[in-house]
């Protein structure tokens, strides 16, 4: 039984070090997928013991492949990684650059945590308390938009709302809860979340308010809490900035309005082929040129003047260039002035020392 269990110590090996790729935040998604491998792990052992009884006495035979094959089937059953959390964080980055209040902006920050949290609510600090703003998926007077503004938080009261507020860093909370914060949940939240966390807004280096945000039953998972703070910090500095980002917001939002360019019409196969065959032939004069005028090319590059001093060359090819193509194909895009641009010129127009063709040679 050697074969056997020195390949059992291979697999094992080999689904430790994929349990581990899944990373932690995973381990808890493979106890259904492990089950399944217990079977896949028993049908394979009587492969092996068959295949021992076979060759016993014998050189054992490459089992490379197979090995690999049920690996391979290994990765199938393990459960997929979490969607990144990047798509949506961008997105709300982006509601957040485009608020022109902040009332909108605070609109756009409520939204944007929704996706990392349960209950969401933000507060404003008015003279020496927190006054609720607005709260998002909570039960308690946080649900009500008119009680919640009539709901504060008295900062000479000590709680996790009032250390958050004095030592302007993030709060975290788990149960058992004090005295305040188990009051302060029951009559804003309407429950006793599984875990809170208390975010200050920084305007200026001093706290204007703070976001509260919670998980009701299950931990949060690592990116979760990192991604609300995020979206709080950068909240916090587009409300300093916006004041000299209003015109900028503006011109995004008539550029997003205008509507799309007309798509392109389908150009037909053989003119297609045309276009193609006229930009090869084009790169070729260009190039023929720069072969056999190396050195004048880099006097006209140091002194800007190309077209002067490679005149007769370009012109002599350019209607060797006109002359093979039909003015459909040419008058749309003139590829043997883009060749020179970017043989000729290093990709510098202005090098060339022309704007644009002169008319006496047109």
Not at 22 to 51: K, N
Not at 154 to 182: K, M, N
Not at 235 to 253: D, F, G, H, N
Request: glycine share 6%; proline share 8%; hydrophobic share 40%.
């Amino acid at each position: 039984m050697e074969l056997i269990d020195e390949i059992r110590g291979f697999l094992a090996e080999r689904v430790a070090s994929l349990l581990q790729e899944t990373g932690r935040q995973q381990q808890d998604r493979v106890g259904e997928a492990l089950q399944r491998l217990r079977q896949v792990f028993q049908a394979l052992e009587q492969s092996l013991i068959q295949l021992e009884e076979t060759v016993h006495g014998w050189s054992v035979p490459n089992i490379d492949q197979p090995v690999a094959d049920w690996a391979a089937q290994v990765v199938e059953l393990l459960p997929p990684p979490p969607p990144s959390p990047l798509p949506a964080l961008m997105e709300a980055v982006d509601a957040i650059d485009m608020a022109e209040t902040q009332g909108a902006l605070l609109q756009a920050l409520l939204q944007g945590v929704s996706g990392f949290c349960d209950g969401i609510a933000v507060f404003v600090v008015r003279g020496n308390a927190l006054v609720g703003w607005q709260g998002l998926r909570l039960q308690g007077v946080g649900a009500d938009g008119e009680r919640f503004r009539n709901f504060s938080v008295p900062l000479d009261t000590p709680s996790a709302w009032a250390r958050c507020y004095e030592s302007q860093t993030t709060q975290v909370a788990t149960p058992p809860f004090g005295p305040a914060d188990q009051a302060i949940l029951q009559e804003m939240a309407g429950y006793l979340p599984e875990v809170f966390a208390l975010f200050p807004i920084l305007v200026k280096g001093k706290p204007v308010g703070l976001l509260y945000a919670d998980r009701r039953s299950g931990p949060w998972k690592p990116e979760e809490p990192m991604a609300v703070e995020i979206l709080v910090r950068h909240a916090a500095m587009a409300v300093e900035t916006m004041p000299s980002r209003l015109k900028w917001i503006q011109t995004r939002k008539a550029r997003a309005a205008e509507p799309p360019a007309p798509a392109p019409p389908e150009v037909a196969p053989e003119e297609r082929r045309l276009h193609e065959e006229a930009q090869r032939f084009a790169r070729l004069l260009v190039q023929e040129i720069k072969m056999y005028n190396e050195q004048q090319v880099v006097m006209g590059r140091q002194y800007r003047d190309l077209y002067e001093r490679l005149r007769e060359d370009i012109e002599r090819s350019r209607k060797v260039y006109l002359e093979r193509f039909p003015q459909s194909v040419v008058s749309q895009r003139d590829y043997f002035y883009e060749e020179l641009v970017r043989v000729l010129a290093d990709g510098d127009p202005s090098l060339l020392g022309i704007d644009r063709w002169p008319v006496s040679e047109g």
